[in-house]
């Protein structure tokens, strides 16, 4: 029951994620047509001045520039829907290859950060709700409002400030060493490297874990059960251990699997402050320098990492979650 | 007699009260709003001669005559930071604007029948499901940037979650009796929503706008510091912000702290300034 429960979720939420997919990908498709954006130049980029005028038009025609934009789209669909992402035109390579060379350092950076707000995160609501109007209460939930306010980027060049240029205890910026191969790039050297925009992006992400939390602890504090618990005379982390942690870490996690958008944009800013060499990097890299095929690709890749997060929200929620009746939302 | 007394005190009591706590709410908002407004104010009254090169007064630290330092060039931080929260200030405004008349039209529009309703929920998923800053970049990218681009940018990513409140609301007063007696005398459509639908979904969309604002604001210099924004002549705080990363590692650190801390005063006053509001409008 549980299991067909579970598959059936699966299956209807992927079923809409392809749908949503498809019409993503005609939609940035449709809007990248209409920039203002030369092909031919972007393609060409420096070179433009040494290339002659019939050799453009020969590109034009190998490309298929003149052809109805309908028709390009579907020649451009059946490609990428075979896994042909094209050539990125600023790093001159498959676009895939790119993606993947690119994600596996933002991979780590965004599940470092993401785990660490999660339980960082987590444990201050937990106490704030566990002490609700008390001065530690207050306290952190004006520093998680403060929080929802700052800009991302903007803590993560106050922590370079702080701990690269006057502590001098991190690097300032990149993913390994100036000036190394990669080969000898040590675990210990991309760690250091990884500590401060993990640190940046988990504090930015941490406001809206402790206020859901938060919020939902004092849900289930002012509840029949806790008023019984209280009268056999639990109270403090016996309290919190036996009814509070088992009431409101599923609905905490779950809510932190859906910030996945949060995530990624988090991530975007806090390499680009950092030089983080990683697929945030890498996308506004393609934006500014027109990389088209890169940049769509990238646009694609994020969605499926945002429904990624979606969908283990939604499992947590409907399946794992027993109390959750099948067909009733939350 | 003791208890009729009581009784009188206690209805003085909650006239008086909400009265007094009205009075604070309505101090709050003045006072709040004053400091608002100068900054705004001020903005505009900074000509481009308070923020010239200075060359002999490069790179100065935060003293009495430049409480925020200068920069390279010998610019006034405070006076760049005061223009740039103007510029910021008023594409949060435009955005956060054109956010909620979007909700609202795409609200009416799903309100017709079925079908536009299965749309509209339908774009409120696509949008959902590509990251925020993301679809941002794509929007400025085909815009080609600049101002423009940046204020479509926001208002065309910022209208799903306060659509889905407003469709929510409108769903509910379609079955309102008096929606339903208006139309059985044959009130045309434009004016049920007119009528209606504006008045009550009104407030809702007020408090919208004034929780979306922060979110342009924030949005707004996150794109500008990655390069897609405002062009470098603007003022922009996300433009001051990037320009700011090439000195850190010279220890110009005031030339990062204190724009960034005034975005988050502004942003934390118009929040401020809506709550109160809000109290205002509505005592309970």
Redesign the interface.
């Known amino acids: 029951m549980q299991i067909s429960q579970l598959i059936k979720t699966i299956m209807l939420r992927m079923i809409?994620?392809f749908s949503?997919l498809i019409?993503?990908i005609v939609?940035?498709f449709t809007?990248?047509s209409?920039?203002?954006v030369d092909p031919i130049q972007s393609y060409l980029g420096a070179e433009m001045m040494v290339v002659s005028e019939t050799q453009k038009e020969q590109i034009a025609e190998y490309y298929g520039l003149h052809e109805p934009k309908l028709k390009q789209f579907f020649k451009w669909f059946s490609t990428f829907v075979q896994g042909d992402f094209g050539v990125s035109l600023l790093y001159r390579q498959d676009v895939l290859t790119v993606i993947k060379e690119r994600f596996s350092p933002s991979f780590w950076l965004m599940s470092f950060s993401w785990t660490l707000s999660g339980v960082v995160g987590y444990v201050l609501g937990a106490i704030a709700g566990m002490n609700e109007g008390k001065m530690v209460d207050r306290v952190i939930k004006t520093y998680s409002?403060?929080l929802?306010?700052?800009?991302?980027?903007?803590i993560g060049?106050?922590f370079?400030?702080i701990f690269s240029?006057w502590l001098g205890l991190f690097p300032?910026g990149l993913g390994a060493p100036v000036g190394m191969l990669k080969a000898d790039v040590t675990w210990f050297d991309r760690l250091k490297h990884i500590v401060l925009p993990a640190l940046t992006l988990s504090v930015v992400g941490g406001a809206n874990i402790i206020l859901h939390t938060r919020q939902k602890m004092i849900e289930t504090l002012n509840s029949e059960f806790i008023r019984f618990a209280r009268a056999k005379g639990e109270y403090g982390f016996t309290l919190f251990w036996r009814h509070g942690f088992r009431n409101t870490l599923l609905p905490a996690v779950s809510v932190h699997f859906a910030t996945?958008?949060?995530l990624?944009?988090g991530a975007?800013?806090v390499e680009?402050?950092f030089s983080y060499p990683g697929l945030g990097q890498a996308?506004?890299q393609a934006?500014?320098h027109?990389d088209v095929p890169l940049?769509l690709g990238?646009?694609v890749f994020?969605?499926a990492?945002?429904?990624i997060g979606?969908l283990m929200a939604d499992i947590l929620y409907t399946v794992i979650d027993r109390r959750i009746k099948p067909g009733e939302t939350v | 007699m003791m208890k009729e007394k009581r009784i009188v005190e206690k209805v003085k009591q909650s006239k008086t009260q909400p009265k007094s706590n009205r009075s604070i709410v309505v101090l709050k908002l003045v006072g709040l709003l004053s400091v608002f407004l100068a900054i705004i104010i001020s903005g505009f009254v900074i000509g481009t001669d308070h923020i010239e090169a200075n060359m002999s007064a490069k790179n100065l630290s935060p003293s009495l005559m430049h409480p925020f330092g200068t920069d390279w060039l010998g610019r006034d931080m405070f006076m760049r930071t005061l223009k740039g929260l103007n510029v910021s200030f008023q594409v949060g405004l435009l955005a956060a604007a054109a956010s909620a008349v979007i909700a609202f039209l795409l609200a009416v529009f799903a309100s017709l029948n079925k079908w536009f309703d299965h749309l509209v929920t339908?774009m409120i998923?696509?949008f959902?499901?590509?990251?925020?800053?993301?679809t941002l970049?794509?929007?400025s990218?085909?815009?080609?940037g600049g101002l423009k681009g940046v204020v479509i940018g926001i208002a065309l990513t910022h209208w799903p979650t306060l659509t889905r409140v407003i469709r929510a609301e409108i769903m509910q007063l379609k079955t309102a009796e008096y929606v339903h007696i208006s139309r059985k005398l044959g009130k045309k459509r434009s004016w049920i929503v007119k009528r209606h639908y504006l008045p009550h979904v009104l407030p809702q969309l007020f408090v919208g706008f004034i929780l979306l604002f922060?979110h342009a604001i924030?949005h707004e210099?996150?794109i500008t510091?990655?390069?897609?924004g405002l062009s470098p002549e603007q003022p922009a705080i996300g433009i001051i912000?990037a320009e700011?990363?090439k000195y850190?590692?010279a220890?110009k650190?005031w030339l990062?702290?204190f724009p960034?801390l005034s975005?988050?005063f502004l942003?934390?006053l118009f929040?401020a300034v809506g709550n109160n509001l809000r109290k205002f409008f509505n005592p309970n």
């Open positions: 809409k994620f949503i019409m993503v939609l940035s809007l990248v209409f920039s203002p409002f403060i929802a306010s700052t800009p991302a980027f903007w060049i106050l370079l400030i240029v300032i996945f958008g949060e990624f944009g975007v800013l680009q402050v996308l506004v934006g500014l027109n940049l990238i646009v994020s969605t990492f945002v429904f979606n | 339908m998923d696509l959902l499901s590509v990251p925020h800053l993301v970049m794509l929007i990218f085909v815009l080609g922060p924030l210099s996150a510091f990655l390069g897609f912000l700011s990363m850190l590692t220890g650190w990062a702290f960034g975005l988050i942003v934390a929040d």
